[in-house]
Each structure stands twice: as structure tokens, then as C-alpha cells.
């Protein structure tokens, strides 16, 4: 039985990952008074006078949306909002696994931007956070800006905010081991959606270098035609030299490749033209470059997105700290200098005399992470003036 049948054999006999386990043992005539009829009129009374005590009084303080139209759902595509609870559910698990965070699945059937963010934001006094997951860009960025504009709860699109921070973090750990140099790098990130608009957005604002993006049609550069208005943000602050060309010609040179695009677009005769290269070969299951042809074309550092190769880069090392640290302070919003932070802490957790190029990252297994994580991004906002607790 392979992992996909073994999978779908799983899901049959558990008939859903996550189950709502009550807090309260309702076995008394007093239990059912307190915790109900007529006790619980006295919290509502309290709520309706002072809007924060929503987050004291009920789960909210420690209970995350994960919302998904089920347009980009893992390398499925727009397989609908049915076809993507799976996936929610499994992301609701890992949250309360990791960071004992509890988290709902929230499926909604529409395409539509206005229908989507006014669905969120009506629902958003049921929790403390949004975990925006496997939205299509360029609707996903519209949908987060706006979100974060009228939500008073933070809000964090996974799919590109988690995966930059955790590329952030094995880049880190990687240049160490490459001895190359914060400022310097050369970074090729192949696809423009949003994980890779994401990664490259900061992977600037962390000071890493000059990045290039490309996409299907090659190197994107400021003053193209025909980009979105993601690409058309990240094209005025990367390919600081205004090059042209496919994606071979953007990696002669370079220092590292962050692929989050298609299997194979990589050969290991394009990794022999970069300079000592990292290569994060990141799509799934099938990665841009497999390792060995990578490690063959001479790379330095390899990581996929992939569990049985060495530097497995996998969000789950991010959303579980991220939210429980924002949840803690009560925080308003997930800023910049948290991701930054959070980036640092993940790299933090191998120890520089234990890095090698096959241990640039901590395990997806590691439930140490999201208490280090969570206590970055918890100080920053506490720093930052956006914590309410």
C-alpha cells in the first residue's frame, strides 16, 4: 500500500482528523447552570459592556480560522472548497498538535473577492485569528490586504507568509555552511505566485541580496507587460540590474535557486552555472531539480519540500509558533519584524556547530519550534506597541 492509499484508507476509518471536545463536564444539574442556562447570561453581560473580554471569556483567545475557497489547494489546483477540507483539517490538527492552538476548517464556496472577504470578516468575532490557506493568487493578496484593514485580529495568508519565513530560516543556516555573505546573494526564485511573490518580498526586506524572479515566460522585470498586480509590486524592488532572459540565464552566478514552481524545470548542467549553489527544489511531490541530479551539478546545499530527503522546508515549522505567539499578547496584527523574527528564531534552533548541508533546518517534528517561534514573534509585538495583553 502506497502513502496516497494508505492516506484515503485513514481518512475512511477516522472520518475526519479533528473532533470539538467540551472543556466542561456537563454532569450536574449545577454544571448544566454554570456553564449554560442561566450562569452563562453573566459573561455575555460582561462581553456586551467590554468587547475584549470576548478573548477571557470564551475559546476566541486561542482559536484560529483556517480558510480556504479550495482554488490552490497543495499541487491540486482549484479542486473546490469540498475537495480542499482535507487539507483544512489536517492544518487544524497540526495546530493544535503543535502549539495546543485550536483551530476550525472553514470551506467557502465562492470565487468571488468582495463575497469572500465579507464572509471572513462577519465571522471574525468567532475567533482570534484568520489562517488564510490554498487561495489562488492574485485574488489571495487582495483578499489578505483588505482583511487586514477592516479585521481587528490577526491575519496571515500561510501559503505565502509561512513559506517565506521558513525559506528565510534554511537560507540562513545555509549561507552559513556556504560561508557566503548576508547582503551579497544572488537569488533566483522561480515562480511568481504567491509563495514565491511572498519569499521574495522577505527575502528583500531581510537584506539578503538581489532577487530575481521568474516565471513561465522567464526573468520578470520592471516595466513588463502583462503582470498581476503581485508581480508588478515585487518587479520595482527586484532584479536591482534590469536583466532579461529565461530561467537558465538568471541562475549563471547565482548563489541560491528557491523554486516553487514545476517538476524538472532544472537540470543539474543549469545548478554547474551558479556560484557554489543553495538549491531549495521546493514543488511537490515532485521537486524543479531532484537532489541527487542537484548535488551532481555540483550544489552545495539542497532542500525540497519532501520528508525523505535531507532539509525538509515545511511551513509547519512556522504557523503553529506564529499564531500562538500573536495569540498571547493578543496581538493585532502579524507585522514585517514578527516574520523577520520568527525567521532568526527557526534558524536559531541548529546550533552552528551542528550545522552541515544536511542539517540546515530543525524537523517538521520538532515540537520545540513553536514555543521558540512563538516567543519571537510574541516580543516583537509586545516591542512593536501591537499587543493588547
Same mark, same amino acid.
Given at each position: ?96 498538535e ?27 468575532k ?12 492574485p ?37 552559513? &555552511? $556556504? /560561508?557566503?555573505e548576508?547582503?551579497? *546573494?544572488?537569488?533566483? #526564485?522561480?515562480? %511568481?505566485? +504567491? ?46 540590474n ?23 524545470? &532544472? $537540470? /543539474?548542467?543549469?545548478?554547474?552555472? *551558479?556560484?557554489?549553489? #543553495?538549491?531549495? %527544489?521546493? +514543488? ?33 515549522l ?14 493585532k ?22 550545522? $552541515? ?12 519550534? %513553536? ?19
Amino acid at each position: 500500500m502506497d502513502i496516497n492509499e494508505a492516506s484515503l484508507k485513514m481518512h475512511y476509518e477516522l472520518g475526519g482528523k479533528i473532533e470539538v471536545v467540551s472543556r466542561k463536564k456537563i454532569e450536574t444539574r449545577e454544571d448544566l447552570s454554570l456553564a449554560y442556562t442561566p450562569g452563562v447570561a453573566e459573561p455575555c453581560r460582561v462581553i456586551a459592556k467590554d468587547y475584549e473580554q470576548s478573548f477571557k471569556l470564551t475559546r476566541r483567545g486561542n482559536l484560529v480560522a483556517v480558510i480556504t475557497d479550495g482554488t490552490a489547494v497543495l499541487g491540486l489546483g482549484d479542486i473546490g472548497p469540498a475537495a480542499g477540507m482535507p487539507v483544512m483539517e489536517g492544518k487544524c490538527a497540526l495546530f493544535k498538535e503543535f502549539a495546543d492552538v485550536d483551530a476550525f476548517p472553514i470551506c467557502i464556496d465562492s470565487k468571488d473577492t468582495d463575497t469572500i472577504v465579507q464572509t471572513i470578516y462577519l465571522i471574525s468575532k468567532s475567533f482570534g485569528g484568520i489562517n488564510l490557506e490554498d487561495i489562488a493568487a492574485p485574488r489571495c493578496f487582495e483578499i489578505e490586504r483588505r482583511l487586514k484593514e477592516i479585521c481587528d485580529i490577526p491575519v496571515f495568508h500561510d501559503d505565502q507568509h509561512g513559506t517565506a519565513i521558513v525559506v528565510a530560516a534554511a537560507l540562513i543556516n545555509a549561507m552559513k &555552511v $556556504t /560561508k557566503k555573505e548576508m547582503g551579497k *546573494m544572488r537569488i533566483v #526564485i522561480n515562480g %511568481a505566485g +504567491a509563495a514565491g511573490i511572498a519569499i521574495g518580498k522577505h527575502l528583500i526586506n531581510m537584506g539578503f541580496g538581489n532577487v530575481i524572479m521568474c516565471d513561465i515566460n522567464g526573468i520578470i522585470c520592471e516595466g513588463d507587460e502583462g503582470l498581476n498586480a503581485g508581480q508588478e509590486e515585487i518587479s520595482h524592488v527586484s532584479n536591482l540590474n534590469h536583466e532579461h532572459g529565461k530561467l537558465a540565464d538568471a541562475l549563471k552566478g547565482a548563489d541560491a535557486f528557491i523554486g516553487v514552481s514545476r517538476p524538472g524545470l &532544472v $537540470t /543539474k548542467e543549469m545548478v554547474s552555472t *551558479m556560484n557554489n549553489g #543553495i538549491v531549495f %527544489a521546493m +514543488a511537490n511531490p515532485t521537486p524543479e531539480i531532484m537532489p541527487d541530479e542537484a548535488l551532481a551539478g555540483g550544489a552545495a546545499v539542497v532542500g525540497t519540500g519532501r520528508s525523505d530527503f535531507p532539509n525538509q522546508i515545511n511551513n509547519v515549522l512556522v504557523f503553529p509558533g506564529v499564531f500562538k505567539g500573536a495569540l498571547s499578547v493578543r496581538a493585532k496584527e502579524i507585522t514585517e519584524l514578527m516574520k523577520e523574527r520568527a525567521s532568526y528564531a527557526i534558524a536559531s534552533l541548529i546550533p552552528d556547530d551542528q550545522l $552541515t548541508a544536511e542539517n540546515i533546518i530543525a524537523s517538521p517534528l520538532d515540537k520545540t519550534v %513553536a514555543d521558540v517561534v512563538a516567543k519571537a514573534v510574541a516580543d516583537t509585538a509586545v516591542e512593536q506597541g501591537i499587543a493588547r495583553v
